[in-house]
């Protein structure tokens, strides 16, 4: 499975961004699709995460309410709404998909938010 990561740039506090991962190469079912991000002096952490099967959709504490994860099941594409956006959010994003042949990972696109 190759994801290719789309839509990071710069945008100032309080603004949007969303952000495109698409999937292609493999016939793998995707059982789960989700959003990381590394954080300058950060580990990579979960952001947001879809369980297809069970139409659930996850959201760590500090995106709740401002960013929304959605999934195009026709294109294989996995969305990221980015709302209301804070200097902190500035991070490399990766899109990340889990299949029963195993996990992959996008190359990541920048989002930088100025204050």
């Known amino acids: 499975v190759q994801l290719m990561e789309s839509g990071g740039g710069l945008a100032q506090a309080g603004g949007s961004l969303r952000l495109s991962c698409t999937a292609s190469?493999?016939?793998?079912?995707?059982?789960?699709v989700a959003w990381y991000r590394e954080r300058p002096g950060y580990q990579r952490e979960l952001v947001a995460d879809?369980?297809?099967?069970?139409?659930?959709?996850n959201y760590a504490d500090s995106v709740k309410g401002r960013f929304t994860m959605s999934r195009d099941h026709g294109t294989n594409t996995a969305y990221l709404q980015m709302n209301s956006l804070k200097p902190e959010d500035t991070a490399i994003y990766y899109c990340?998909?889990?299949?029963?042949?195993?996990?992959?990972w996008g190359d990541g696109t920048q989002v930088t938010v100025s204050s």
């Open positions: 190469g493999s016939s793998d079912i995707i059982n789960r």
């Open positions: 879809i369980i297809p099967k069970r139409n659930i959709t």
């Open positions: 990340h998909a889990g299949t029963m042949g195993g996990d992959y």
